[in-house]
């Protein structure tokens, strides 16, 4: 279905008080892709999974990037804050609590969750970010305040997509801007470790009771 322009798909609650996880699928997914992901990550909880709206030469992404590796900083700000109005329109029209509301990105996914962090705080309670990096990337980001948002990063360090010291950055910018970040590693590449995985349902289940602990060991 197409909600304030994004399609998406949508699934209730199946469990009182359960969070509504925002999926964000990486570069070439759809609203499809993390379904199965998020009903593992919280079983029972709301699922929101939009799809990216820019095309790059056939594959769906969040924003634009000017070549591999590079991206469009002006087009990063605009199309989070697209994507915010849309998961704030949501909460409005399916009646989910705005104030839990957890995302979970891989990748460009995972990127364009960070942006929101940056640009629009207050709109997550918490994010999973799997494969990520620093969406503004050289730019500083303008001071927010992040306290009582939980993040967890996990990162490859053999990734040559997102290289290990792009999800370093962004773990250093978000908890200096206050948010509780755990960051676990994996000896792999660009994808999603089963020992990650694990490891961020953990956290999810702390998050959901309003406990958090290091997880990076």
Known sequence: MTGGGFAHVYTPPSRPGAPTLLLLHGTGADEHDLLGLGAALAPGAALLSPRGRVDENGANRWF?????????????RRRAHELADFVESAAAERGFDPGRVVAVGFSNGANIAAALLLLRPGLLRAAALFAAAAPL?????????????????GAGVR???????????????LAGFGAHV????????????PAVLNSAKEWLNGVA???TEDLSG
């Not at 990337?137 to 990063?153: C, H, K, R």
């Not at 990734?159 to 792009?166: C, F, G, I, N, S």
């Open 159 to 173: 990734d040559l997509v997102t290289p290990l010291d792009q999800a370093e950055l962004l773990a250093r910018q």
């Open 137 to 153: 990337q050289d730019e500083e980001p303008e001071p927010v305040d992040l306290t009582g948002t939980d993040v967890f990063i």
């Open 182 to 193: 755990q960051m676990q590693t994996h000896p792999g590449g660009h994808g999603l470790a």
């Open 209 to 211: 009771a309003g406990r």
């Open 64 to 76: 634009r990037r000017l070549r591999e590796g590079v991206f469009d900083v002006a087009d990063v």
